[in-house]
């Protein structure tokens, strides 16, 4: 009797370890699945971000669905206007110079060392205010009104060669929309005749005229935005400029009134 029940323990243990031998897979695979699901979700997560394009990749590829035609000129408008535009701001930063302290060196010179002494701090300085005090001054010993006189002919001399070429740039800003524009007209007239030549009115004929059409538009827009924000600078800062030939004009002839005055 005690054999029997020594021999039943023994089969109920070796049937619960097989048991246990059997589930432990299971159960180590169910593991495994909750320890990859979290990195399988995210690879899947990014898949998608791996295949967006970049906004240069996108803006390449629309500009080469746009056609080479008009896509070329509106491409050379903004070239030459960016190229302009560059030039004129150079140009305008060096024309800038801080007149009240050229103000105080003209005067403490021409005070000190008279007309020649104050020209000589003109020649030194550049800048269309210094080219004004010195065709001022250049005229100091005929008179008042030669003097004024030379002033404001330069200073209109100085005024357009701060004004040159900035013409050209608002050229362009009106230009780039126009070729825009032709484009598309000239993309849907394209569209019609696709579908008066199939005789049928379908999606996938018009489809890519009116996709390049919108697409000319588009980038004769962005050229003259683009060219536009750089044309408000220049106006500005020539305008800034201006101001203080004119100031710098009327400030030179009280000087010289002063200084004949103490002669």
């Not at 399988?40 to 997560?45: G, L, N």
């Not at 560059?86 to 010179?109: G, P, W, Y």
Request: with cysteine; net charge negative.
């Amino acid at each position: 009797m005690k054999r029997l029940f020594s021999i039943l323990a023994i089969a109920t243990v070796m049937a619960f370890g097989n048991m246990q031998a059997a589930t432990a897979p299971a159960q180590l695979t169910a593991n495994v699945q909750l320890l990859i699901a979290p990195i399988t979700t995210t690879i899947q997560a990014e898949e998608p971000a791996a295949v967006e394009e970049s906004f240069h990749q996108n803006l390449k590829k629309r500009f080469i669905e746009g056609g080479p035609s008009f896509m070329g000129i509106v491409l050379l408008c903004l070239i030459l206007g960016l190229a302009i535009a560059i030039e004129r701001i150079i140009f305008l930063n060096l024309s800038t110079t801080n007149t009240k302290k050229l103000q105080q060196n003209v005067e403490d010179a021409l005070n000190s060392g008279g007309v020649e002494a104050a020209k000589e701090v003109c020649r030194n300085t550049k800048g269309p205010v210094a080219s004004i005090y010195y065709q001022g001054l250049d005229r100091a010993d005929e008179s008042i009104d030669a003097a004024e006189k030379a002033v404001v002919a330069y200073g209109g001399v100085q005024m357009g060669q701060l004004e040159k070429n900035v013409s050209w740039v608002s050229l362009f800003i009106a230009l780039a929309p126009m070729l825009g524009f032709m484009g598309t007209v000239i993309g849907m007239i394209d569209a019609f005749d696709k579908i008066e030549a199939a005789g049928d009115m379908q999606p996938s004929l018009v489809a890519g005229g009116i996709k390049v059409a919108l697409l000319t538009t588009v980038f004769g827009l962005i050229v003259a935005i683009i060219l536009q924000v750089f044309y408000n600078y220049i106006i500005a800062k020539i305008d800034s400029i201006v101001n203080d030939m004119e100031d710098a004009s009327i400030t030179l002839i009280d000087m010289l009134v002063a200084y004949k005055n103490k002669k």
